[in-house]
Nanobody, 125 residues
């Protein structure tokens, strides 16, 4: 079993920045692929970004590319999502998720085996 603990959500004005963190209890064993997903009002759950922890290969949704950056700190068993240029459309619940590693770049929620409880991000205009 993998436990994922997120932190870093909050409220910010449009154009602002936030950094989300996710710590995994079994880093690089059962959770080689870690990603961020979000559920925004009126939309289906969306894959935002992922990172393959073995080689730091990353993938991004087109809606966040150039604004969000996913990274890892192996020593802390933690991944980060640096969000800049935030827009009201980014408002939603953000979830950290993990899987063994296959198809990490597809940002498919269906392939994720473990989920955190989520952290709320609110962007006001």
């Amino acid at each position: 079993q993998v436990q994922l603990v997120e932190s870093g959500g909050g409220s910010v004005q449009a154009g602002g920045s936030l950094r989300l963190s996710c710590t995994s209890s079994r880093y690089r064993s059962s959770s080689r692929c870690l990603g961020w997903f979000r559920r925004t009002p009126g939309k289906e759950r969306e894959g935002v970004a992922s990172i393959y922890t073995d080689d730091s290969t990353t993938a991004y949704a087109s809606s966040v590319k150039g604004r969000f950056t996913i990274s890892q700190d192996v020593a802390k068993n933690t991944i980060y999502l640096q969000m800049s240029g935030l827009e009201p459309e980014d408002t939603g619940m953000y979830y950290c998720a993990a899987t063994s590693g296959a198809y990490c770049s597809t940002l498919s929620a269906a392939l994720m085996n473990y989920w955190g409880q989520g952290t709320q991000v609110t962007v006001s205009s």
